[in-house]
């Protein structure tokens, strides 16, 4: 399992250097990660990582992990 998180790091990383992500692509990358079951911290750690202040908050991750379950997405 520690190849996948390293695997995303460097997946987010590709990403924030090539484009600005718009929050379409924060919502994709926030679903990707309720795929693989992870909590709000785990979903959010990466993006702080590499967003700082411009990743989105723990209350919007929460929320979109919230829709996903109910079967929004």
Same mark, same amino acid.
Request: with cysteine.
């Given at each position: 399992?520690? %190849? *996948? %998180? +390293? @695997?995303?790091? #460097? =997946?987010?990383h590709l990403l924030a250097s090539?484009?600005?992500? #718009?929050?379409? *692509?924060?919502? +994709?990358?926030?679903? $990707? ?7 709000? *911290?785990?979903?959010? @750690?990466? $993006? =702080?990582?590499?967003? %700082? *202040? $411009? +990743?989105? $908050?723990? +209350?919007?991750? %929460?929320?979109?992990?919230? @829709?996903?379950?109910r079967g929004r997405g």
């Amino acid at each position: 399992m520690r %190849g *996948d %998180g +390293a @695997e995303r790091r #460097s =997946v987010v990383h590709l990403l924030a250097s090539a484009m600005d992500l #718009s929050r379409r *692509d924060f919502r +994709a990358m926030i679903y $990707s990660d309720f795929n693989k079951d992870l909590n709000v *911290d785990q979903c959010r @750690e990466p $993006s =702080v990582r590499v967003f %700082g *202040d $411009s +990743a989105q $908050s723990r +209350a919007t991750i %929460g929320n979109w992990l919230r @829709e996903f379950r109910r079967g929004r997405g």
